[in-house]
């Protein structure tokens, strides 16, 4: 089962970039009706044919797909006024990601069924691997599309990310899906003394209690 909050979100996808009718056209083949809300839980049946329809009419790549559909959810996420939250998550990107499972954990007082994905970043010498465990199947292209996005958005770089490996498996999080990817972040833009942000979030990890407390602040002033 998944939230409407994300079929909403493929729905804005496809109608600003393809427009009212090719959302028609694909919904109707996917016998799925527009009647999403935000906070309702959906079979995750649906979300994933919206998808397999979507790549068949556009004729394009799911992986293509997933991956415009990782930047558009960013981009969704922030119009929803959680721009104040994401900014909180870390100064750098390493931090950001460092805090997701907080920040979806924090979710679950608006959305208290989710099945959330789980995030852990691991270095090795200079290399970055970013960890990511789903109960669900084949998204991590959605996973590089948000990462992309938030790099651009927040920290001012581009980033590459290659998948490693993906196995199904049930590990440390009880996740059936355990992708690792790759990570290479190049800065651009800006002259390189231009100061970020002020996240509140500072150089460590956050603590839950921390995140919490900041999260509950920016709900309160968003
Ligand atoms: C404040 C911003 C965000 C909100 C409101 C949000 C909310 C949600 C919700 C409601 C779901 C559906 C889970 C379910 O219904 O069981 C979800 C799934 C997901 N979220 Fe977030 N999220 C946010 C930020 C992020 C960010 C920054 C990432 C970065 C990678 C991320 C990665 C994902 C992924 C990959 C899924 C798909 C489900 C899966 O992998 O199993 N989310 N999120």
């Not at 499972?101 to 290399?127: G, I």
Request: charged share 25%; hydrophobic share 35%; net charge negative.
């Amino acid at each position: 089962m998944v939230y409407g909050f994300i079929n909403l979100c493929l729905k804005s996808l496809v109608v600003e970039k393809f427009g009212e009718e090719a959302w028609e056209n694909i919904r109707r083949e996917a016998e799925v009706e527009d009647n999403f809300m935000t906070y309702t839980y959906y079979d995750d049946v649906d979300t994933m044919t919206l998808i397999d329809v979507a790549c068949r009419c556009l004729a394009v790549e799911k992986s293509t797909v997933l991956m415009l559909f990782g930047e558009f959810f960013f981009e969704f996420c922030v119009r929803s006024g959680y721009d104040h939250m994401l900014r909180t998550l870390g100064e750098n990107l390493v931090e950001f990601i460092e805090n997701l499972d907080s920040l979806h954990s924090y979710l679950t007082l608006a959305y208290d069924k989710m099945n959330a994905p789980s995030f852990r970043v691991e270095k090795v010498d200079s290399n970055m691997f970013l960890h990511y465990y789903s109960d669900r199947k084949g998204l991590a292209p959605m996973v590089i599309g948000i990462i992309k996005a938030v790099a651009r958005a927040f920290f001012q770089s581009e980033v590459t990310m290659d998948i490693l490996s993906e196995d199904r498996e049930e590990d440390r999080t009880r996740k059936k899906e355990h992708v690792v990817f790759s990570v290479t972040q190049r800065r651009v833009g800006g002259t390189g003394s231009q100061k970020p942000p002020k996240y509140v979030a500072q150089s460590h990890k956050g603590s839950e209690q921390q995140i919490r407390k900041e999260l509950t602040t920016s709900i309160q002033s968003s």
